[in-house]
């Protein structure tokens, strides 16, 4: 494909998505339907059977949409944005540090449930010998 300059994308009604990466995935959530859009980012090209890692690329670029809504009908430009994989990454880091706390605390309840169990069991031994 052709570089787009900025008045045919202006044109065409391309927009440009701020972006950011995981793994070998570019991401934007969607201005239109709200969705995260995740596009594939080739590992790199494959030359004479091997995989290239100079041809690496980091997904940039103009695709086609994946918006259900039929919002962008000559796809958009993805673009890395820093400010957007600094945001993305703070908030994988509060979900895992959330994850972590729920699992203390699942572990307490646990803890205390064995407790009371263990205190029920006694319970049923005194009340066996009572009766036989
Ligand atoms: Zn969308």
Redesign the pocket.
């Known amino acids: 494909m052709t570089e787009l300059t900025e008045a045919s994308q202006r044109a065409l009604g391309i927009p440009t998505m701020r972006c950011f990466k995981r793994k070998n995935q570019i991401i934007f959530n ?1 201005p ?2 709200g ?1 995260m ?1 995740y596009h594939g980012i080739p590992s790199g090209k494959i030359t004479f059977g091997r995989e290239d890692p100079t041809g690496d690329d980091n997904g940039e670029g103009h695709r086609v949409s994946h ?3 039929d ?1 962008f009908p000559n796809g958009y430009i993805l673009k890395l944005d820093p400010d957007e994989q600094a945001r993305h990454d703070d908030q994988e880091g509060r979900i895992f540090a959330l994850e972590e706390r729920i699992a203390r605390l699942e572990y307490k309840v646990a803890e205390n449930f064995n407790m009371e169990e263990k205190e029920i069991i006694k319970l049923k031994e005194k009340a066996d010998r009572l009766l036989f």
Do not use: D, L, P
Request: with cysteine; aromatic share 0%.
């Open positions: 969607c239109e339907c969705q859009h918006c259900m809504e919002a």
